[in-house]
T-cell receptor, first 111, second 118 residues
Framework: GQNIDQPTEMTATEGAIVQINCTYQ??????LFWYQQHAGEAPTFLSY????GLEEKGRFSSFLSRSKGYSYLLLKELQMKDSASYLC????????????FGRGTSLIVHP | EAGVVQSPRYKIIEKKQPVAFWCNPI?????LYWYLQNLGQGPELLIR????????DSQLPKDRFSAERLKGVDSTLKIQPAELGDSAVYLC????????????????FGPGTRLLVL
């Protein structure tokens, strides 16, 4: 199975940069997802990493190091609407197509 | 493009009563998932369908939970009888899987059904 660890809660200031870390332990690896979930709403896809390195998408970037079992989601120019839970999900060994989700990191952006 | 539709959005029932949730996936998506999400936790898979076939239901408590996906499109998830511990959000998600390689396959989630068992 997979073991995924991410901080429970983070706070940051509007306009700042925040990095949300995710570490994982898995017997195999087939990709890592980041999802954003606002309170009472569905998770929405942010990024997918399967190779080492940084993937940039506008204000959001996601980094992966497979050898370290580590990923981070970087949010730049924070806006109040970025206050949400950020879920890290890891897809395990071949044949197991289902991502396992972490508990999520609740990000609070204040003025 | 319409997203994943779920109903009802909220449901309050007494314990031991039955309850059913409905999901309509994104048109053309061949894979459908039911997840359970407790407060402050990530989604946990209950069952996955490829077309009309349930291919991963190891986490589904089969003594009280059942699911079906008629004609490989809409799906229903049923609990009978419901217990207090079943109070949670039930999320449906869909995706399009090409062949047997899911690389980059993205799941699209519905808004969920929030269940409260009293």
């Amino acid at each position: 199975g997979q073991n995924i660890d991410q901080p429970t809660e983070m706070t940051a200031t509007e306009g700042a940069i925040v990095q949300i870390n995710c570490t994982y332990q898995t017997s195999g690896f087939n990709g890592l997802f980041w999802y954003q979930q606002h309170a009472g709403e569905a998770p929405t896809f942010l990024s997918y990493n399967v190779l080492d390195g940084l993937e940039e998408k506008g204000r959001f970037s996601s980094f992966l190091s497979r050898s370290k079992g580590y990923s981070y989601l970087l949010l730049k120019e924070l806006q109040m609407k970025d206050s949400a839970s950020y879920l890290c999900a890891v897809r395990g060994p071949g044949g197991s197509y289902i991502p396992t989700f972490g508990r999520g990191t609740s990000l609070i952006v204040h003025p | 493009e319409a997203g994943v539709v779920q109903s009802p959005r909220y449901k309050i029932i007494e314990k031991k009563q039955p309850v059913a949730f409905w999901c309509n996936p994104i048109s053309g998506h061949n894979t459908l998932y039911w997840y359970l999400q407790n407060l402050g936790q990530g989604p946990e898979l209950l069952i996955r369908y490829e077309n009309e076939e349930a291919v991963d239901d190891s986490q589904l408590p089969k003594d009280r939970f059942s699911a079906e996906r008629l004609k490989g499109v809409d799906s229903t998830l049923k609990i009978q009888p419901a217990e207090l511990g079943d109070s949670a959000v039930y999320l449906c998600a869909s995706s399009f899987m090409r062949g047997r390689n899911p690389a980059g396959e993205t799941q699209y989630f519905g808004p969920g059904t929030r269940l409260l068992v009293l």
